[in-house]
């Protein structure tokens, strides 16, 4: 697995920052960056993605692998215990981690995500996640990636080119394609509605069972994470806090001053 450090190497205070579906460990260079003084911070790709392998078994692009694989993970950095920053996927990940009786997981940063995901929500997602697009230009792949991410919310030109940038590869032929195996695209289209009813009743449970201190960061205008499910994990498991973030949807992608800010409040009020 491929994973990029900020900070002291040996600062037993770390970090770990997970994206989300089709995203990489670079989205966290902004986050990374003004927290390094603080905590030593590992931003993990997730398998399939960015520099990370691809699996020869598509049937294994989900979270028990990807929970598996960051255990791993903190053997491999030697972090007995950490604080976690999870985007989408990368928040479900933490929240079963942070599920585990003796869990490393001391702070959880859940970021626009929960135990209850929106189906529409969900469709919309898998309607481009599979698409074999190429570009000949990385000019138009870039306006691509910046129109399908329009619920990132406002972002300067320069920011949206970073963002388009780091989920992009150039082919061999020069054309440019999104950096992740496309076969990611196989456990939308095998789920089925029983299948989502009993992953949404595992996921309560396991955040039912979390202990640490909890921060819920949900875009305004989110389609995945609702208002309602939102206030439900304000009152159950850890009882998380929330901060929202007004004109934006899924995700919010911690580029923007005020979003760092509140994750850099929450972690260091401890």
Same mark, same amino acid.
């Given at each position: 697995? =491929? ?59 989900? *979270? ?30 933490? $929240? ?5 009786? +003796? ?27 599979? +698409? ?10 870039? #306006?691509? *990636? ?10 300067? +030109? ?36 029983? =299948? ?8 309560? #449970?396991?955040?039912? #069972? ?6 819920? *960061? ?14 439900? $994990? ?11 973030? +007004? ?24």
């Amino acid at each position: 697995m =491929a994973y990029q450090e900020w900070g002291d190497p040996h600062n037993p205070r770390v970090l770990v920052c997970v994206h989300g579906l089709t995203r990489v460990s670079s989205d966290f260079d902004a986050l990374a960056t003004s927290l390094c003084d603080t905590y030593r911070v590992v931003c993990p790709d997730v398998v399939g993605r960015g520099y990370s392998g691809h699996l020869a078994n598509p049937a294994f692009y989900a *979270i028990p692998q990807y929970v598996s694989d960051m255990v791993t993970l903190l053997a491999r950095v030697n972090a007995e215990q950490v604080d976690w920053v999870g985007t989408s996927m990368g928040g479900l990940i933490g $929240m079963i981690l942070a599920a585990q009786n +003796d869990s490393p997981i001391r702070q959880l940063v859940l970021n626009d995500v929960g135990p209850a995901l929106d189906p529409a929500a969900l469709a919309r997602i898998g309607t481009y996640v599979g +698409d074999d697009v190429r570009f000949a230009t990385r000019d138009e792949a870039v #306006a691509y *990636i910046r129109a399908i991410s329009d619920s990132f919310g406002p972002h300067s +030109d320069v920011q949206w080119d970073k963002m388009a940038g780091d989920v992009l590869r150039q082919n061999p032929d020069g054309s440019w394609r999104r950096h992740y195996d496309l076969r990611l695209s196989q456990a939308f289209a095998n789920a089925t509605p029983e =299948a989502l009813k009993a992953g949404e009743q595992t996921l309560w #449970a396991a955040y039912d #069972a979390i202990q640490a201190r909890t921060l819920l *960061i949900r875009g305004a205008e989110s389609d995945l994470l609702t208002p309602e499910t939102a206030a439900q $994990m304000q009152q159950r498991g850890p009882k998380a806090a929330l901060t929202e973030f +007004d004109g934006v949807g899924h995700a919010p992608m911690f580029q923007q001053p005020e979003q760092i800010q509140a994750v850099k409040d929450f972690l260091l009020a401890k």
